[in-house]
């Protein structure tokens, strides 16, 4: 693990060291195959959470790289096959989880780091933003002769070229548009202002209306500056910088407390919009893993954030942003995709993610 300090290519590069040891090169668990072959599982990948030093990080940190059970719940099948639910279905609250989570039975690889606030936002401001990216080398030769030894039938080099970027959930695989993926996936959250189009005039709410036969529901308020305000800038008074750059990532303001698991409002800002309560620790302010991003996408692409805002833009979200603009009314909070989020196990303590579903049992 190595943090690079400028430029991620040409930046200051400074490896995380073990708190006790010293080690900068840290063992990963195998995955977990069955009973079998790692009896005690849980015990053996919590050896593997190791506390560490983070080079100008005053506080210690901990890491953990290691297969865990996916924390994500989603009706993935009928999602993508055009919202294949019937809308009695997904506007019903007491059926939000009436369809089985279809990635429940699934594993994921996970890097995961606990890291003190203040190792993490800059003097003037408590707000921080993050994304993922995935590189790879530009060339790639495969032997067809591969000597022996561990993966010697491919050699790659050349420079490192992004081939994946990810912040906030569902963007790159549902508000970008298909010829701009390889695009949005190879670019940077600065240069945002070249995707603003599929944000201001998103096409999935008219697709719903064709999908659920549901004509004349899609929000009128033209451009979506409440789409822009959550997903490109931040919310005023929550996770919006002074300075505004229109920039699609995951954004936190640190200085809001967060709130006890129990009490976590599973949608988030917006469930507490509607709750009139005080967690606005949940995504779009960071995302927590009780946090029904599904659920909440939902709510905001169909107006809900425009019935909150009122006829008086008591949330910011402009005055276009108002209840007359949304055709579906109220109806558009109760939006889901019948899957709860909250089925999902998590830990108490970090990594936080559930120990992953071995290969027997």
């Known amino acids: 693990v190595t943090v690079v300090r400028g430029d991620r290519r040409s930046g200051t590069a ?3 060291a073990h708190a006790t040891s010293g080690a900068t090169t840290f063992d990963k668990p195998v995955d977990n195959i069955g009973k079998k072959t790692i009896a005690d599982y849980p015990a053996y990948a919590a050896k593997h959470v190791y506390p560490i030093t983070i080079p100008g990080c005053a506080t210690p940190a901990k890491v953990f790289v290691g297969q865990r059970q996916d924390p994500f719940a989603v009706n993935l099948g009928t999602i993508f096959d055009l919202v294949n639910a019937p809308v ?3 506007t019903d609250p007491a ?3 009436a369809a089985p989570n279809t990635i429940g039975d699934k594993n994921v690889t996970t890097l995961a780091l606990e890291i003190h606030k203040d190792c993490l936002k800059s003097a003037g401001s408590d707000v921080i933003g993050g994304w993922t990216t995935a590189s ?3 060339g790639r030769l495969l032997d067809p002769k591969p000597a022996s030894g561990h993966q010697t039938a491919e050699k790659a080099g050349g420079a490192w070229v992004q081939v994946s970027r990810l912040g906030m959930p569902l963007v790159n695989e549902v508000v970008i548009g298909l010829k701009d993926k390889d695009k949005f996936n190879s670019s940077k959250p600065k240069d945002d202002t070249q995707f603003a189009d599929y944000v201001t005039n998103p096409t999935l709410p008219a697709l719903l209306e064709i ?3 549901l004509p004349n529901t899609a929000p009128t308020n033209f451009p979506r500056n409440d789409l822009v305000t959550t997903f490109l800038t931040g919310i005023k008074g929550v996770n919006q910088l002074a300075t505004l750059t229109p920039s699609e990532m995951l954004r936190l303001n640190t200085a809001i ?3 006890a698991f129990a009490q976590q409002n599973r949608l988030g800002i917006v469930g507490n919009i509607l709750a009139g309560g005080n967690d606005n620790a949940g995504y779009p302010n960071g995302r927590r893993p ?3 991003v599904v659920d909440i996408s939902l709510v905001a692409v169909m107006g809900g954030l425009c019935v909150a805002n009122g006829d008086t833009d008591k949330l910011g979200f402009g005055a276009a942003c108002k209840p007359s603009a949304v055709p579906l009314g109220a109806t558009a909070f109760k939006l889901h995709d019948a899957v709860d989020q909250a089925v999902v196990p998590l830990m108490p303590a970090f990594p936080y993610l559930n120990t992953p579903i071995p290969g027997t049992k």
């Open 14 to 16: 400074q490896p995380v």
């Open 88 to 90: 009695a279905v997904i």
């Open 95 to 97: 059926l939000i989880n």
């Open 136 to 138: 790879l080398r530009q």
């Open 211 to 213: 999908a659920l036969a």
């Open 257 to 259: 407390a967060p709130v």
């Open 290 to 292: 009780k946090d029904d």
